[in-house]
């Protein structure tokens, strides 16, 4: 994905520089965090009184807040001060102190943070079982009543409590334990802590407009594409483990890799192959999977094979074109997806992958031209809504791409390339305050 982000990037570099939009909020702009990016649910208690709230995107918390993260869901808060907190299921944060150019004080009551700062900041978390006190840019902590977990990424960062301490350095981290002093530990693969915050391309291997798809599965995809993803994987877990058909476990898996979860997408991917050693749509999934997590040779052998194992596989083939484009083959990955729409005409996804790498190549007009077939086909997908303002932005529609960039937002706040069009297209009508990147587009959110 980042990859096509470059490309749009030097697509538009003579119209942009850089964005931001500020929001109405009842607290004082720089003691308030926005919530840049929510996929799923988030509940807020603003006066620490129990009287929670659901949150909506954009929306700002005034310092002195807690936020609660939902099952199926993560989100992503940006501080007065640029640091930007990604939280996964589970976690509840207070924003004790958040005001710029004073202290930030955080309380993880329980739950897993990943903490980004593009300048070192004054720092403190604490957690029932340790404390954090960062001087780097980039780390990530999870906590609960027994136990702590902390990963550096950049920079070092000071882990303690009562019983002792421990200085970790990038690419170290450490373990406490209930009454116990932090330690350090080994982890070999310390980027494995965050694949929650990765952000990985929609590969649905199955279309709204199939007849043939089981009614569990169309009202998940249903759900999916009106940006519920929370809501259609627990309607999927809801099935019992006999009715499980590698059919949903298909659905479940691609669904559950858009989550982040890509550690319960592998458990279905394992599931199937297990019975099916050459699904070709499972092998694409998992192809996506170690792509994403940076384990190109993995990913390009895997979706090769899905290719090999079913030549009529749409999702095989969009697979292999996000591989090859990986690996800069542009053209080698245009042909790809021309074949993928050849096999799945009626799929929303597959040409809107064709448009993204037909833009990529500057074949403009080709590439609006499948990206109105995307939007007719499904107007509802954030990839269709994001196509389509980028064709209306080189075509100087700079209102209607707006209002597709947007929605594209609204649809799914966890993808780059619609904040990355919302950006130039700001730029394009001479908003310059504003950032046409997204950071770092492996991750979720901005």
């Not at 937002?409 to 390339?417: G, K, N």
């Amino acid at each position: 994905m980042r990859h096509l982000v470059i490309c749009f990037m030097v697509l538009f570099t003579p119209m942009c520089m850089a964005e931001t939009d500020a929001a109405e909020t009842s607290c004082s702009e720089d003691k308030s965090a926005k919530l840049v990016s929510l996929q799923g649910t988030l509940f807020y208690d603003a006066g620490g009184n129990g009287q929670w709230q659901p949150a909506k995107l954009e929306q700002n918390f005034c310092e002195g807040s807690r936020v609660r993260v939902e099952a199926y869901s993560r989100a992503s808060l940006l501080l007065p001060n640029g640091i930007t907190l990604r939280l996964a299921e589970g976690t509840v944060l207070t924003l004790n102190g958040i005001a710029p150019n004073q202290l930030t004080l955080l309380d993880l009551v329980k739950g897993f943070v990943h903490f980004i700062s593009r300048t070192p900041k004054q720092l403190q978390i604490t957690t029932p079982i340790a404390n954090a006190g960062p001087e780097g840019t980039e780390f990530a902590l999870c906590a609960d009543d027994a136990s702590a977990e902390l990963w550096v990424y950049e920079g070092a960062v000071r882990f303690f409590n009562p019983h002792g301490d421990v200085h970790l350095k990038a690419g170290e981290a450490g373990q406490a334990l209930l009454g116990q002093a932090p330690r350090a530990q080994i982890d070999l693969k310390p980027n494995d802590a965050v694949n929650w915050a990765l952000y990985y391309p929609p590969l649905l291997p199955y279309s709204e407009r199939d007849a043939n798809t089981p009614p569990a599965i169309r009202a998940a995809i249903q759900d999916y594409r009106q940006g519920r993803i929370d809501k259609a994987l627990s309607a999927l877990d809801s099935i019992p483990q006999p009715q499980m058909s590698i059919e949903l476990l298909k659905a479940r898996a691609a669904i559950r890799l858009s989550a982040g979860q890509s550690a319960l997408a592998t458990q279905d991917i394992q599931a199937i192959l297990a019975k099916q050693a050459n699904d070709a749509e499972a092998l694409a999934l998992e192809s996506i999977l170690a792509l994403t997590q940076n384990r190109k040779a993995d990913a390009l052998s895997l979706a090769e094979r899905a290719v090999t194992a079913n030549p009529q596989s749409a999702t095989a083939y969009s697979a292999l074109s996000y591989n090859q484009q990986a690996a800069f083959e542009l053209e080698k990955a245009l042909g790809s997806a021309q074949h993928a729409v050849q096999l799945a005409p009626n799929d929303a996804l597959t040409w809107a992958r064709l448009s993204e790498l037909q833009l990529a190549l500057g074949l403009r007009s080709d590439s609006a031209q499948s990206a109105t077939k995307a939007f007719t086909l499904d107007p509802n997908l954030e990839r269709t809504q994001t196509v389509q303002g980028f064709s209306q932005l080189f075509r100087v529609e700079t209102e209607q791409a707006l209002r597709h960039f947007e929605a594209a937002v609204q649809l799914d706040s966890t993808a780059p390339l619609p904040r990355l069009g919302l950006g130039l297209a700001k730029i394009r009508g001479g908003n310059l305050e504003g950032q046409a990147g997204s950071g770092n587009s492996r991750h979720f959110g901005p």
